[in-house]
């Protein structure tokens, strides 16, 4: 997997690159945003870390600029800015992933795998994890014989947490793709809604659970049979 690291901070972009290069990733480092835009459109990645503070092209220029060549290259963005309205505008521009500043190797990793695993073609109309088969048009959540129907906010988060294969799906994430910045949604709204899916797990009888993972988010986990 050939990843692709733009952020100015030397320094830290030399840590990103050793954390990658201990995990047998394969990393290159640009430092500016439109080095990075170059480097991305060269189609050779199989996925991009980047920073939104960049001299020359902003993070968020750089993603839009990407998507609207064309490229589904999967992106994760590192935002040291804690501003909803930051976040907000990464997410028109298409980014897969957020993950602020600092943030925890584990974390980092976690939240890469994720992105690598999404796939960058067509997605799939039937997404399977464990005994569980999500039907993404009609929000069929199915397990042995048995089906519940999902409401759309159910679906759209199970889907994030099936396509993340069992990785940890950051809460911030769910949220931001469930809701987006809207003043209505009530700060604990995720932990709602995945209460209602485990509800759901439940009935279906399914192996898999939601697990909470600590300040970090949410993940799929299939119980021993
Ligand atoms: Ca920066």
Redesign the pocket.
């Known amino acids: 997997m050939h990843i692709l690291v733009v952020?100015?901070?030397r320094s830290?972009a030399g840590t990103l690159a050793d954390i990658l290069g201990r995990e047998r990733y394969l990393v290159d480092l640009a430092y500016d945003g439109e080095e990075g835009l170059d480097c991305a459109l060269s189609g050779i990645y199989d996925g991009m870390i980047l920073?939104?503070?960049?001299?020359k092209l902003s993070?968020f220029e750089v993603l839009r600029r990407l998507r609207q060549s064309g490229s589904a290259l999967p992106v994760l963005m590192?935002t040291?800015r804690s501003e909803l309205s930051d976040r907000v505008a990464g997410l028109d521009a298409g980014a897969d992933y957020y993950l602020t500043k600092p943030f925890e190797r584990e974390e980092l990793l976690a939240c890469l795998r994720a992105i690598l695993r999404r796939p960058t073609e067509v997605a799939p109309a039937t997404l399977c994890f464990g005994d569980l088969e999500l039907g993404e048009e009609s929000g069929q959540l199915c397990c042995g014989g048995q089906s519940v129907q999902l409401g759309a906010k159910e679906c759209q988060l199970m889907r994030l947490l099936m396509a993340a294969g069992g990785a940890v799906v950051p809460r911030e994430t769910l949220y931001l793709k469930g809701w987006g910045y809207d003043g209505e949604a009530e700060g604990n709204v995720v932990e709602v809604y995945m209460s209602f899916l485990r509800r759901k797990l439940t009935h279906l009888r399914s192996r898999v659970q939601i697990e909470a993972v600590r300040r970090m988010g949410y993940h799929l986990r299939e119980a021993e049979a």
């Open positions: 952020e100015d901070e830290l920073d939104v503070m960049l001299p993070g590192l040291a």
